[in-house]
């Protein structure tokens, strides 16, 4: 989506998540079993449901910092119960990951975007269930975790998504031929002194993958895989970010925007393509560290920083064919120290543009193709035979009853990169409540696509940094 244009150096922007962070490790030979916390997980179920919802004031920073609030930290929350929550981010993370895999097929099997049609108004979810796990707002995302920017000049505050599924930024703009509910005023370009129309010659709009000209004015759509859309005008706008601003970002300004975007102004595209923010800032480097996704606390996300010396590094991949998503070098999976007899070539790119596995920060739940994902299930409930069983939950079919256990000693889960360099996670990123009774999910789930993804939830906890002009992508424990 559409991004800032400029150069940033060492931006931090604090984001308040609400999804557990993923710990990491670089020692080839770690430990066999790790203990998960019941009881501090229930807990927190509890807590998620009684967050208060308030609009925090921009602290001033030297160096550059914006918070990043949880959607239950802005948006009241319709749910009672804590099952009933997690079925709507699952529901909601579903729609991502289809979204997700019909824009490779797009891309792969050049198939025109103009194929794609708006969702009948009754698909869409409601605005409470927008409440998923760090997803971006739309089907693209599952607007988790917002980012507080200023837009035009003077700037006028509002609420977007972060999301590396996407290039293109966007918000929703005045007057408003189709636009749905947000928490801040509609944007109104009028009123704003830096807002500049992108001509239909100008490399901005020639970037679109589907835009028009109207008037000499470029017009931009974005489509999402589940039939979500935004359409408007191309243009640049001065964006504010903490106490510094950006002039010339080019972004979309949506007057017809539909699907699952609800709460959020709009999105702020971080993904590899040449409209991303990051490409915009002429970034070298960007990360980002996802707190608890049952949390209010904030974590950062920064530019042109150096990956940290202690991180556990893997090559970062390109696909020719869709350049937004992030790839990464994935050898192999273990658990319980037992490397899975699963061949590299199930985590590989193939001569097509399919296949592969990308880190993104919209999906919650680690997907995996269905032969890689049985291996990993089978391998994990062996080393859990002690456990008492429960029944599948959604597409959770590896569940527990842990209601009499204050804590329990679990297989480690880990992924494997080339050079024998591993990431073992905590217990937490993959055995997670459901419900506040005590019954936990392995949050792993399987998929008839080609492309793998690794979601936050294994993410969380671990900063996570792409190191665009070394092509590496790193992850580094406890560093939030």
């Known amino acids: 989506m559409p991004k800032p244009m400029g150069t940033l150096a060492s931006l931090v922007i604090l984001l308040f998540c609400s999804f557990p962070l993923t710990h ?34 921009q602290p001033s920073s030297p160096s550059l910092s914006l918070e990043l609030h949880s959607r239950a930290s802005i948006q009241n929350v ?52 927008l409440q998923a ?47 749905y509910q947000q928490s801040d005023p509609i944007f109104d ?13 100008a490399p901005q709009c020639k970037s679109l993958d589907l835009s028009e000209c109207r008037n000499g004015t470029c017009l931009y759509e974005v489509s999402y895989g589940d039939g979500s859309y935004t359409v ?9 970010l903490g106490s510094a ?28 393509g040449s409209l991303s923010f990051p490409a915009q800032l002429n970034a070298t480097s960007f990360s980002y560290c996802l707190v608890d996704r049952d949390s209010d606390s904030a974590s ?44 590299e070539t199930s985590f590989e790119l193939d001569a097509s543009g399919g296949g592969g596995i990308i880190v993104d920060s919209g999906t919650a739940v680690t997907r995996l193709r269905s032969e890689v994902y049985d291996e990993l299930r089978d391998a994990f409930v062996r080393g859990t035979r002690g456990l008492p069983a429960a029944n599948g939950v959604s597409l959770f079919d590896t569940c527990y009853d842990l209601s009499s256990r204050s804590s329990v000693e679990v297989p480690m889960v880990s992924f494997h990169f080339p050079d024998g360099k591993e990431l073992p996670l905590p217990a937490k990123n993959y055995l997670i409540p459901v419900d506040s009774v005590g019954t936990f999910c392995f949050a792993f789930a399987p998929t008839t696509s080609s492309l793998s993804i690794i979601g936050n939830v294994q993410q969380q906890g671990t900063r996570v940094g792409f190191d665009i002009a070394n092509s590496l992508v790193g992850f580094t424990a406890n560093s939030c």
Not at 189 to 201: F, N, Q, R
Not at 232 to 240: A, D, I, K, N
């Open 24 to 57: 990491t490790r670089t020692t080839p030979h770690g430990p066999k079993t790790t203990v998960l916390d019941v009881a501090s997980s229930i807990q927190k179920t509890h807590k998620v449901l009684a967050i208060n919802h308030y609009h925090q004031q």
């Open 245 to 272: 601003s950006v002039d010339g970002v080019a972004i979309g300004c949506g007057h017809n925007n539909e699907g699952l975007f609800v709460g959020a102004s709009g999105l702020l595209g971080l993904g590899g």
């Open 300 to 343: 950062t996300l920064e530019f042109d920083l150096p990956l940290p010396r202690n991180a556990v590094t893997a090559p970062l991949r390109r696909n020719p064919q869709m350049d937004t998503f992030y790839y990464l070098a994935l050898t192999g999976l273990s658990v319980g120290g037992e490397l899975l007899p699963i061949p």
């Open 232 to 240: 408007g005008e191309f243009v640049t706008e001065t964006v504010t």
């Open 133 to 179: 796990p760090l997803v971006s707002g739309t089907s693209q995302g599952s607007g988790e975790y917002f980012l507080r920017v200023g837009i035009g000049k003077p700037p006028s505050q509002a609420y977007v998504v972060v999301d590396t599924g996407s290039d293109v930024s966007w918000i929703q703009c005045a007057p408003c031929s189709e636009c």
């Open 189 to 201: 370009p009028v009123l704003s002194g830096s807002y500049a129309p992108i001509h239909c010659e």
């Open 78 to 129: 319709a749910h009672t119960d804590y099952k009933s929550l997690t079925l709507s981010r699952l529901e909601r993370d579903s729609a991502r990951v289809r979204a997700l895999q019909t824009r490779l097929d797009l891309a792969t099997k050049r198939i025109s975007q103009s194929d794609l049609h708006p969702a009948n108004s009754e698909n869409e979810l409601e605005s409470e269930k």
